[in-house]
């Protein structure tokens, strides 16, 4: 990605354009890519760990998706 926005960069400068922002935007990104492992065997309960924290992030991600980025929000008890 960085040669296209060094592209966009020098295109900026031959216009003689004063740049003081420049954002970047990405869509279109893959889903959920996991990780995987260098060996084949793990314990049972870091296997659920791991499975659970996989369901849990597909779970907000829906949620997020449906209802927006402030459908969920983190607390704290006292």
């Avoid at 400068?13 to 889903?31: D, I």
């Avoid at 499975?51 to 006292?78: C, M, P, W």
Wanted: one cysteine or more; hydrophobic letters at 35%.
């Amino acid at each position: 990605m960085s040669p296209h926005l060094y592209v966009l960069f020098q295109r900026c400068f031959r216009r003689r354009v004063r740049l003081r922002l420049m954002t970047v935007n990405m869509t279109g990104l893959t889903a959920y890519a996991e990780q995987g492992w260098l060996f084949d065997e793990q314990p049972l309960d870091s296997q659920r760990k791991q499975e659970r924290a996989k369901s849990l992030a597909v779970a907000l991600d829906n949620l997020h998706t449906r209802f927006g980025e402030q459908a969920i929000r983190y607390g704290r008890s006292h």
